[in-house]
Antibody, heavy 118, light 110 residues
Framework: QLQVQESGPGLVKPSETLSLICTVS??????????WGWIRQSPGKGLEWIGS???????YYNPSLKSRVTMSIDTSKSQFSLKLSSVTAADTAVYYC??????????WGQGTLVTVSS | QSALTQPASVSGSPGQSITISCTGT?????????VSWYQQHPGKAPKLMIY???NRPSGVSNRFSGSKSGNTASLTISGLQAEDEAEYYC??????????FGTGTKVTVL
């Protein structure tokens, strides 16, 4: 059974860069059929798609976050990562990593809360 | 990109059927058969319930069904059960090669 698990700091200072890693287990990160991605949910709010990355390195970002987002993938470690720069309190959210097949997210991580505060 | 529009809340009694709408534009919902629906219980990760408008993943009850007409997609839950009480989100592929979620609908079982 495929599993994806987020890891990273739970607290980030304003103006700094949020960095998260997602580790994939129980399946190959190198499949051409899937995209790996990040989705976030601010406290009490709805879901927001951040972006996706293919094992080939192709990336697709939410236009509203594109200037601050960088995603990368390390197939040797079965990991992909998210960097979000110049964070503010508005970036406080639960961040989920996920696997997308065509246009639907079939697998979600449990989520990790990242708080932006000094 | 703007979030897809869903009603804030829908309620029904056990055994009844309810329908949740998800309205977008011709650049997302109306333009592609790539609408998915997710169920989220408090404190939990979302769970895929419907993909590609009307397909159910393995293990999802056939009480859940999806459809689409024009720029509006719908999720119907038949034979409503207490365990169906949760937040539901739709999502669609967009013409910008991105994805957008709906505003979310709280389903209450009376």
């Amino acid at each position: 059974q495929l599993q994806v698990q987020e890891s990273g700091p739970g607290l980030v200072k304003p103006s700094e860069t949020l960095s998260l890693i997602c580790t994939v287990s129980g399946g190959s990160i190198r499949s051409s059929s899937y995209y790996w991605g990040w989705i976030r949910q601010s406290p009490g709010k709805g879901l927001e798609w951040i972006g996706s990355i293919h094992y080939s390195g192709s990336t697709y970002y939410n236009p509203s976050l594109k200037s601050r987002v960088t995603m990368s993938i390390d197939t040797s470690k079965s990991q992909f990562s998210l960097k979000l720069s110049s964070v503010t309190a508005a970036d406080t959210a639960v961040y989920y990593c996920a696997r997308r097949q065509v246009a639907a997210v079939h697998y979600w991580g449990q989520g990790t809360l990242v708080t932006v505060s000094s | 990109q703007s979030a897809l529009t869903q009603p804030a809340s829908v309620s029904g009694s056990p055994g009844q059927s309810i329908t949740i709408s998800c309205t977008g534009t011709s650049s997302d919902v109306g333009g592609y058969n790539y609408v998915s629906w997710y169920q989220q219980h408090p404190g939990k990760a979302p769970k895929l319930m419907i993909y590609d408008v009307s397909n159910r993943p393995s293990g999802v009850s056939n009480r859940f069904s999806g459809s689409k007409s024009g720029n509006t997609a719908s999720l119907t839950i038949s034979g409503l059960q207490a365990e169906d009480e949760a937040e539901y989100y739709c999502s669609s592929y967009t013409s910008s090669n991105t994805y957008v979620f709906g505003t979310g609908t709280k389903v209450t079982v009376l």
